[in-house]
C-alpha cells in the first residue's frame, strides 16, 4: 500500500496528487491520500484531509511506500515509520508553498534517508528504476534525524 501525504499547509499540492494516482493505476498498490487542501477530484485516489498524529502513524506502518511532500513533519514521520520514502518538495514557482522545500529534501536525500523525485511527473518511472537501489530507512537512524533537525532549527 501507498501513503501519500501533502501535509498540512494551507495551499494545494495538485502536482503531488496526480503523481500519486498515476502511481497507483501503473503500480496496482492501494493507496490512501492524506490530502490536506488539495483535492482528489478526477483521481480514483481516496483518501482524508487530516487526521491525528497518532492515527497517521499507524496508517505509514502498515504501508510499503511513502509518498510526501517535503516539509519537516511530514518527512520525519516519514522517516521515523523505517518504510521506503520518495519526497517530491512542493515549489514555490507552482504556487505550493511559501516556503522553500529542496534544501531539506536534497540534504536528507543525499543522508540516505528519503529519495528525492524533483518532478512529480516522473514519480512513477522513479519508482520503477529506484525500487532495488535504496533499502528502507531503519529506527536506528532516528538520532541522526533529530540531529540534523536541530542544525536546520538553530
Known amino acids: 500500500m501507498i501513503v ?7 495551499l494545494p499540492f495538485q502536482r503531488l496528487i496526480i503523481a500519486v494516482s498515476q502511481l497507483k493505476n501503473d503500480s496496482g498498490l492501494d493507496c490512501i491520500v492524506q490530502h490536506g487542501h488539495s483535492s482528489l477530484d478526477g483521481t480514483d485516489l481516496e483518501g482524508f484531509d487530516f487526521c491525528p498524529n ?11 511506500l ?7 513533519g511530514s518527512m520525519f514521520d516519514a522517516i521515523k515509520s523505517g518504510k521506503r520514502v520518495i519526497v517530491i518538495p512542493r515549489k514555490i514557482d507552482f504556487g505550493e508553498t511559501d ?6 529534501a536534497r540534504h536528507y536525500a543525499d543522508l540516505g534517508l ?19 537501489k535504496i533499502a528502507p530507512i531503519r ?10 533537525l536541530a542544525e536546520f532549527i538553530d
Open 4 to 10: 501519500a501525504l501533502v501535509g498540512t499547509s494551507h
Open 54 to 64: 497518532d492515527e497517521l502513524l499507524a496508517l505509514m506502518s502498515k504501508s510499503q
Open 66 to 72: 511513502i509518498v510526501c511532500q517535503a516539509g519537516f
Open 99 to 104: 516556503a522553500e522545500q529542496d534544501s531539506l
Open 114 to 132: 528519503v529519495e528525492l523525485c524533483d518532478d512529480p511527473g516522473q514519480l512513477t518511472n522513479f519508482y520503477k528504476t529506484h525500487k532495488k
Open 139 to 148: 529506527a536506528k537512524n532516528i538520532a541522526l534525524v533529530k540531529d540534523l
